[in-house]
């Protein structure tokens, strides 16, 4: 139950100073409303039907400024039931309950959301906390509303115990991962709470402050809602940090009493400069949040005037954000490191903004005095009104996302705006946690991680990664636990290591076992940055004890994986030696063992097994022998094993090639040592369309190298020309089929 507040006029150490401008940008003005006054408008009941409860006044009045059309039926029957079925319930401050999802609502509807997602949000806590069933939501309100009101409900305590609240956010996060305007609702509600959290422990409002650190404000930023996060941080920060918060409100009070405002000279100064180009123009003082200043402030140490806030430029177009920083920079010095561009390149979270800074003449003063404090430098964001309306309320400002648009395809199937990389990894892992203590604890790493980056597949595909994730973490973002057969990556057509940190825009192909034994290391779980790839490799070790050896990666077991296809020169050294398993491409499903060259044999049923001394295809003259077990081995007829056998009286069995041409051969390279050797041999055998099985790469002896590689082709009558293609390389002066010494089978 909710219920565990105070009325927002109660002194508490949440309490927001005046200096600081609200984190939620209103259309209208307009000072925030007295709870205890819609507390007593709620308690005269439901008005007529003729019109409004005057308790929701405020809530229509912001959600038509969004929304003019709006149909507010929806919500007057929602404030009916809310009021009728929370009458008699009040919160910790004395006020009653329903004060707490009229400000909920109140929120939502001032960052713009639809009907849809304030008629859930007044009935948020009706089905957790009154008699009002799921049912009766579903029939009075419809299915959408009953499914936001269902994944806000909180699981009882009474039967999850201290695994409530972790499976409270996972079964919350999953309803997320179907509509995002359950989490929207969520925020707000926690909002709210945060606001009037003065009544409760200290050590209660440290609990809730630190999980609203650790989870809530991450999905703020991670959904865009950038005027929750920012206000939901300041709470925070007053709870957990209250010295610094202290010494932040001093700071403000000290700018407050200042003679001038260095920031609005500035933005006077921009005014004439853009409306002397002819660009239309918004230009805002947006001061900085407690959160923000703080931060700043233990960066730059001591703060001067412009250091308490940035500006805003909104303008209508796109173009016009370019021209804007263009007349800047011509006009002032700008701070060439401070640039970025999030319109080009947006955010994971759907923010778009241009980002600069400008230096301002030395003669500037900063202080009462008029002492000259040296350049300063001035932020700006320059955006359009609709980028600002999205960075302020991120996926709420994207109305009701699930609604059919006149560009659908008439099948139904869309594309879901609000579904990004982060948000389906998340689901993902979730279902393979062990426990909630798993769950929970993963959850809160997993949200720590504040940036993504997005890297290709072969095939064209995209996988959304953090920041920090490395070649393990995308072979489980592409193909689960199959990654387990993981032996390699070529990173940007380039060979590379498991344990390779990925860049933004890197294109990644994962090289896969085709061993079914092939195991996963324990050394993976060094190079592992996200849940999904820790949790698949420990529950495969937990389930394979004493095992996880192999798999290694390059550093930990010096081997070195060899591609299937072309390569561009390596990352790491192209001579490292070692040995590799057979590698299949990762663009692709699983590939099965390749099948061999057909062998007729003379005697039938009996199993054939072409010797692995010579590796015969079709077209050499072959003979067979019968082994251990009445396995028939063919050789080619000069192999020495061949001579050995007889010698030692083994009678010749009758074997022929049959129809199928596709085979697997033995080939010996030999070159000389130089760099990208071993990509560019491996280019070359994937040009002629040959599979790369397995590959050793023999230690460097007087500058010459010598690499053997077993190739499955699909048709015998290439290897002539597969060998005339390796020898081409320059370094390679010989390419030969394998001849071992002859040796007892």
Not at 302 to 329: I, K, M, P, S, W
Not at 433 to 444: V, Y
Not at 460 to 486: I, N, R
């Amino acid at each position: 139950m909710s219920a565990e507040a105070t009325n927002p006029a109660t002194p508490g150490p949440v309490a927001r100073p005046a200096s600081v401008a609200p984190a939620v940008v209103r259309r209208k003005s307009r000072p925030r409303i007295d709870l205890r006054r819609l507390g007593r408008a709620a308690l005269l009941g439901p008005a007529g039907r003729d019109r409004l409860p005057d308790a929701i006044g405020h809530v229509v009045e912001a959600h038509r400024a969004h929304h003019s059309d709006a149909v507010l039926d929806p919500l007057h029957r929602a404030y009916v039931l809310a009021e009728s079925s929370h009458r008699g319930q009040m919160r910790k401050s004395g006020e009653p309950y329903i004060t707490h999802p009229l400000a909920v609502t109140l929120i939502l509807a001032e960052l713009g959301a639809e009907t849809t997602t304030l008629t859930a949000s007044l009935l948020h806590d009706t089905v957790e906390d009154t008699d009002v069933t799921l049912e009766q939501v579903r029939e009075q309100f419809g299915e959408e509303v009953c499914y936001l009101v269902d994944g806000v409900t909180k699981l009882e305590k009474v039967d999850y115990g201290a695994a409530a609240e972790p499976e409270t956010f996972r079964k919350m996060l999953v309803a997320t991962g179907n509509d995002v305007r359950v989490m929207s609702i969520k925020l707000a509600d926690r909002l709210h709470n945060m606001r009037t959290l003065g009544v409760m422990r200290p050590e209660k409002q440290a609990r809730i402050a630190k999980v609203t650190r650790d989870v809530l404000i991450p999905l703020a930023e991670r959904l865009g809602v950038q005027a929750l996060k920012t206000e939901l941080e300041d709470l925070v920060f007053a709870i957990l940090h209250p010295e610094e918060h202290a010494h932040t409100s001093e700071l403000l009070a000290e700018n407050a009493a200042r003679p001038a405002d260095p920031l609005a000279e500035v933005a006077d100064e921009v005014r004439g400069v853009l409306r002397d180009a002819g660009i239309q123009a918004e230009i805002l003082i947006r001061p900085r949040h407690f959160v923000s200043l703080h931060r700043v402030a233990r960066r730059r140490g001591q703060l001067r005037g412009t250091d308490f806030g940035r500006l805003l430029v909104l303008v209508n177009e796109d173009a016009d954000c370019y021209g804007v920083l263009g007349e800047l920079h011509t006009c002032m010095t700008p701070v060439v490191s401070e640039f970025k561009d999030f319109i080009a390149v947006p955010k994971f979270n759907l923010y778009q903004s241009l980002h600069t800074a400008v230096a301002l003449p030395q003669a500037r003063t900063d202080s009462p005095g008029g002492t000259p404090m040296g350049a300063q430098v001035v932020e700006v964001l320059i955006r359009t009104h609709q980028m600002h309306k999205v960075a302020e309320a991120g996926v709420v400002a994207l109305g009701n996302p699930y609604a059919p648009g006149a560009d659908d395809p008439a099948d139904g199937e869309r594309a879901d705006p609000t579904r990004p990389g982060w948000l389906s990894r998340l689901l993902d892992w979730q279902q393979a946690a062990p426990d909630p203590d798993t769950f929970w604890s993963t959850l809160r790493e997993d949200l720590a991680q504040d940036r993504e980056i997005a890297v290709f597949r072969p095939d064209g595909g995209t996988l959304s990664l953090p920041a920090g994730a490395t070649c393990v973490d995308a072979a489980y973002a592409q193909y689960g636990e199959d990654a387990h057969a993981c032996i390699g990556a070529r990173v940007n057509g380039r060979l590379a290591t498991l344990s390779t940190v990925l860049e933004d825009g890197d294109t990644v192909q994962l090289l896969m076992s085709q061993d079914a034994v092939f195991e996963p290391s324990r050394a993976w779980l060094d190079h592992a940055h996200t849940p999904a790839a820790r949790i698949a490799i420990q529950r495969w070790l937990a389930t394979h004890p004493g095992t996880g050896t192999g798999g290694e990666t390059p550093e930990a077991s010096g081997t070195r994986p060899e591609p299937d296809e072309g390569a561009a020169p390596a990352r790491a050294a192209d001579t490292t030696p070692g040995t590799a398993p057979p590698a299949r491409p990762a663009d692709g499903p699983p590939a099965s063992r390749p099948r061999g060259a057909d062998v007729l044999v003379d005697r039938p049923g009996a199993p054939v097994r072409l010797a692995g001394c010579c590796t015969p295809v079709p077209s050499d003259e072959i003979t067979g022998f019968t082994v251990r077990g009445g396995v028939v081995t063919v050789h080619r007829v000069e192999c020495p094993a061949v001579a050995h056998m007889k010698g030692r009286g083994r009678a010749e069995v009758c074997v022929r090639w049959g129809e199928a041409t596709e085979c697997r051969v033995t080939l010996v390279a030999e070159s000389f040592g130089r760099p990208h050797l071993l990509a560019d041999l491996t280019e070359a055998i994937a040009l002629e369309g040959v599979e790369i099985v397995s590959a050793t790469v023999e230690p460097p002896s007087q500058q010459r190298v010598r690499h053997t590689y077993t190739l499955q082709l699909p048709d015998a009558a290439r290897l002539p020309a597969l060998m005339r293609a390796m020898r081409d390389v320059p370094g390679v002066f010989d390419v030969s089929r394998i001849r071992h010494q002859a040796s007892t089978p």
